[in-house]
């Protein structure tokens, strides 16, 4: 189960539908046609009951606070509300009341009437320059340097954004090329050993922070995880996790 807490949008799959239909809307897609769309493009995870029980109930409540709710889509919510099928996943007493009160809470909403339907501006999308195996010194605020590696690009929803590894150095001298093969990656505290970053829009852009030193270098291991941050939470990121400040 991709949940970290028991509200309706505390689950990987459940933010991801939220999102992607919110984009396509902003593409001048129609309420139908966005939801055709993310069922095709999420026919593999609908057969797996977790994905399939979070899929219908955020799309149902985003569809809801847009002003955009389908009947069809508000029946297969209120079903698995109903039949109590989504309570099973939750197995601690605490959770399974907070989670009962969550269904019971977005049944009410989803029979009242919705809100006017709303206008989504186009979502802006970033296309990134670098490459695998690319090299970008960043200075944080405090004025001192941390270094990253492309690991690989991701693509998906029309973006293509760099996933970087962090390496186990901070400094006020970037290093050579030579000296960068010397250096081990680090990880935080509790494993993470990849972050993706993206821009969150045209102004999260710290160009004036980020140097290219180095390119092409090769990528011997596999990163097994990646969380999503913006440019402009990276120094908060790097304080909070790995005491970089």
Known sequence: MGAWGT??????IACDVRDIYKELLGDNYTGEEATRL???NYIEELDDPDDTLAFWLSLALTQWKLGRLQEDVKDKALQIIDNGEDLDRWDDPTELKKRQIVLKKLRIQLMEPQPAPKKLKKVFREQTHLRQGDVISYRLLSGRYVLLRV???SESNGRSVPEFELYDWIGTEVPSREELELLAMRKTPSGVDGIVIVRNGVRDDPKDRIN??????????????????AWKELDDYMNRYYKYD
């Open 7 to 12: 509200a309706i949008m505390s689950d990987d």
């Open 212 to 229: 290219l030193i180095a390119a092409g270098l090769e990528i011997k291991h596999k990163i097994h995880s990646s969380p999503w941050i």
């Open 151 to 153: 690991y690989r690009i």
């Open 38 to 40: 993310i069922i095709e």
